[in-house]
């Protein structure tokens, strides 16, 4: 079992930058592949980025690519997510994901593990 739990939401002002943790639970947490995925207001849940259980892969989704990026720290237990450069359509809740495989992936339902959320409001 992995519990995920997400911080360092908020409400910024576009442009503005914020950056996510995701601190995991468990003496397991190397083996995971990790991901954030978002969901606006109304949508459905979105692919963010992925990293892979060694940090050395990882994933973005197009609308976040060159202004995200994923990291973790696996003597820390935690992922993070840097975002640079925030738009208005960023707002969403970030969610925090855990994967039994270790490479990382971009769909949602290879994922075991989620975290509760954190929520992202940018204003224009």
């Known amino acids: 079992q992995v519990q995920l739990v997400e911080s360092g939401g908020g409400l910024v002002q576009a442009g503005a930058s914020l950056r996510l943790s995701c601190a995991a639970s468990?003496?397991?947490?190397?083996?995971?592949?990790m991901g954030w995925f978002r969901q606006a207001r109304g949508k459905e849940r979105d692919f963010v980025a992925a990293?892979?259980?060694?940090?050395?892969?990882?994933y973005y989704a197009d609308s976040v690519k060159g202004r995200f990026t994923i990291s973790r720290g696996n003597g820390k237990n935690t992922v993070y997510l840097e975002m640079n450069s925030l738009k208005p359509e960023d707002t969403a809740v970030y969610y925090c994901?855990?994967?039994?495989?270790?490479?990382?992936?971009?769909?949602?339902?290879?994922?075991?593990?989620w975290g509760q959320g954190t929520q992202v409001t940018v204003s224009s």
């Open positions: 994901a855990a994967d039994d495989f270790p490479g990382g992936s971009r769909w949602s339902t290879d994922y075991d593990y």
């Open positions: 468990g003496r397991t947490f190397r083996s995971y592949g």
């Open positions: 990293i892979s259980s060694n940090g050395g892969t990882t």
